[in-house]
């Protein structure tokens, strides 16, 4: 009940948002959005289902290339785009699984941080230039209005955003309340008591990965259009490790998590950067450092992440 | 049945309607022969106790039955069809349900999701229908809620249904094993020392416990347990092993009086 308040709260704030913010704020609070979808992803297949993944910032990539060449270079709607590289997406994801199922733990971190680290390279590729754009990019047209009404691009990608995050935690949750929610959770706490069960745990594993880069592949398709650019860069392995910082700070096997590990990193990093600006040239290295003891003073304070923080709060004040 | 399988040695008694008929299986670990040419047969309906000392091989079959192990010779049938191409999930379908001697629960979850999950064979509708809550997901979700919330009753677990498992203590997840195995809808159970931890009268309620979920869903049971007083009470046959081979194979008392039982069992207790 609590809860159900919190997320309507949530989503009438988040909707309101475009009526007070504008510009460069709006488009923080689209990327926000996108990265809650990214990291819901990477939470359904780590936190919910116990496979780790370094490298979910390739699958980001996919979607993210994907839509764009599909916008530039055959002139498809980004509302066709994005589903058609998504789909990619997890299809690529569904066929990653298949080798996971042999890697367990650290050996499938591995396999996903090698995954991580190709991924630019392979973005600059030069036999591919006349698709990727090489390590200059693709420019992408920022979309139209949305629906049609008298909105400025902010706004409707803000909105856009807002809408397919809603859509797709709505989808999560109604994933994770039943039977393939209790599946996936079986499986990762104990594997071999959920297979004599009857659940068939390559089957689930498998589309799991699927799922989750569907996932990954949308918040990377949205994310080029809100950008309006996408290039090698962007999609390195710092990328993938800031997925992984998200759900851990935020929460892992939550849903309410995703939302503070998505504001943690996106502003985070940002403030961290800021700090520059005081300190001068000379503190090249603060940034880093500053982020660093943030994420350990996180973890001190909040073992379970955010959403954890914020359980154990609600248990002592109904205990009170 | 196949032809010839009168011919190859069946224990004395046996009855043709076996639900599971294990034959010939063998199992090594590196050097350690942990089964070695093992075969009886447990009829309909029958408590089957599965008796030896530590390290006999009990845990052993039963991970050959459940799928968990490929035995390195023989078979095992269950209702007749052999079970070396049958996947490990698929084993829960067939109705073959078990407990684990070291307990296997999903600890983050609570007892009624545990007791769901039980269910999950029982009932259809994947990823898709459940993504969109589709009517028919919605209606499996009431019958696995249904299934559980009568073995929580059943297995008098309704004072902790909706806590979490890993907080609770030993004998009652035990019982948390018992009503997840029992949501299968088995037609065979086999229960891995089910009354290690219980005191006297504990272990008196689950002997009776188990007759009567015996009698009621007119299941088959392969037991595992030390205590023989409750093997003995309410088995219908007993197998003992001794150093994964069958030593003796037959009604309680003649198992418990037969020579080579009494010195394995006495060879261990010294
Ligand atoms: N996975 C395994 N790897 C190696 N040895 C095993 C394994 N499982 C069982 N064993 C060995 O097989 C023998 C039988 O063990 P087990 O079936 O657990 O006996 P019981 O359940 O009768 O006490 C023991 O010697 C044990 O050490
Ligand atoms: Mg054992």
Known sequence: MASRLAWGLAVVFAASAPFWMSGYHLYQGAQVLIYAIALLGLNLLTGYNGQLSLGHGAFFAIGGYGASILIVKLGLPYYVAIPLASAVCFVAGFLFGFPALRFGGLYLALATFALAVATPQLLAFKRLDFLTGGSEGLHVPKPGPLLGLPLSVDQSVYWLCLAVAIALFAIAANL??????????????????????????????????????????????????????????????????????????????????VIFGALFIEFVPNYADQLTVYFGENAKALPGAVYGVMMIAMMAVAPMGIAGLFRSLAQRLRKA | MPPGEMANGLAPGARPDALLSV??????????????????????????????????????????????????????????????????????????????????????????????????ACARGGFLANAFSSPQARRAEREIAAVADA??????????ADRYVGELP???????????????????LLLDEPAAGLNHEEVDALASEIVRMRDRRGLSVLLVEHHMNLVMRISDQVVALDF???????????VRAHPDVIRAYLGSAA
Request: with cysteine.
């Open chain 2, 170 to 188: 030993f004998g009652v997840k035990k019982r948390v094993e018992l009503a997840r195995a029992l949501a299968i809808s088995p037609k065979l």
């Open chain 2, 23 to 120: 034959e010939g299986v063998s199992v090594r670990f590196g050097g350690v022969i942990a089964l070695d040419d093992v075969s009886f047969r447990v009829a309909r309906g029958q408590i089957c106790g599965l008796i030896g000392p530590n390290g006999a091989g009990k845990t052993t079959l039963f991970n050959c039955i459940s799928r968990l192990y490929q035995p390195s010779a023989g078979d095992i049938r269950y209702e007749g069809r052999p079970l070396s191409k049958v996947r490990v999930h698929e084993i829960a379908e067939l109705g073959v349900a078990r407990t684990f001697q070291n307990l296997a629960l999903f600890s983050t979850m609570t007892v009624r999701e545990n007791v769901a999950v039980g269910a999950h």
């Open chain 2, 151 to 160: 073995l929580i009753e059943e297995c008098r677990l309704q004072h902790v």
């Open chain 2, 244 to 254: 994964g081979r069958v030593i003796a194979d037959g009604t309680p008392s003649a």
């Open chain 1, 176 to 257: 994770l309340r039943g039977r393939v929610g209790r599946a996936l959770v079986a499986i990762r706490d104990h594997p071999i008591a959920a297979e004599s069960m009857g659940v068939d745990a390559a089957l689930y594993k498998t589309i799991c990965f699927g799922i989750s880069a569907f996932y990954a592949g949308v918040a990377g398709g949205l994310d080029a259009i809100a950008v309006g650019f996408v290039s090698p860069e962007s999609f390195g392995l710092a990328l993938s490790l800031a997925f992984l910082v998200g759900i851990v700070i935020g929460g892992l096997a939550s849903l309410g998590g």
